[in-house]
């Protein structure tokens, strides 16, 4: 059964873990409809026993042939959408120091964190435009800001995905499409589990989720937290010389 005109409705991608779930979470518990892909269910199958707003659409975001059948399924639930908010993504970390690194591995970053962004706006786009006051978010990240090791291909697609969306705010401004971009710090997530580096003022998936759906409230053109790293980060960009020395590995001289 479709939801009616008045119920608002939210479409969240990587809702099966990590943020995504508590954003879920969060809406539900302020009565949305809310629509969650992922490619599996994951945590998000014991989620549906509690909720009855909650519907599970699988999607691979990098699979653009699946573009069509998704928005076609998120149609028999909705006829409009008033929030989407385009959370997938991936990390992998380019080593440098390998004999052969693995340069394959920037292209499956960036097809799942900027063209499957991509495809995810080719697939909502069509459903905001019905709702009376649409709001598109997409998820960037604090490594925006200043480089990090390692992090070629993740602050690449975050960059790309921070751009994207700053050139659709202006080509979306005739249909009153508001687009917010985020760049949370480090989340303890099931993807940053795997880091073996320091992740100062990591938060939970909870506290980010929260932040995030309060701030999206005012629907600000970009939102970056915690304001914590935010200064740390300020200080690598204006200062790149004195950051790189903090960061880069040493020399090894090989004579």
Known sequence: MKTSNTQKVVWITGASSG?????AKRYLDNDWQVLASARTQGALTSLMRVYDKLEFI????????????????IMTFTDHLDCAVLNAGTCEYLDMSAAEPDWKMMERVMSVNFFGLVNCVEVCLPLLKQADKPHLVGVSSQAVQAAFPQAQAYGASKAAIRYFLDSLRIDLTPFNIDVTCLLPGFVDTPLTKKNTF??????????????????????????????????????????????????????????
């Open 198 to 255: 320091p992740m100062p003022f990591l938060m939970s998936a909870e506290d980010a989720a929260k932040r995030m759906f309060d701030a999206l409230d005012a629907r600000p053109d970009e939102y970056a937290f915690p304001k914590r790293l935010s200064a740390v980060l300020w200080f690598g960009r204006h200062f790149p010389k004195m950051w790189r020395s903090m960061l880069a590995p040493k020399h090894q001289d090989k004579s």
């Open 19 to 23: 943020i995504g779930l508590s954003l």
């Open 58 to 73: 699988p999607f691979d975001v990098a699979d653009a042939s699946q573009v069509d059948e998704v928005r076609s399924t």
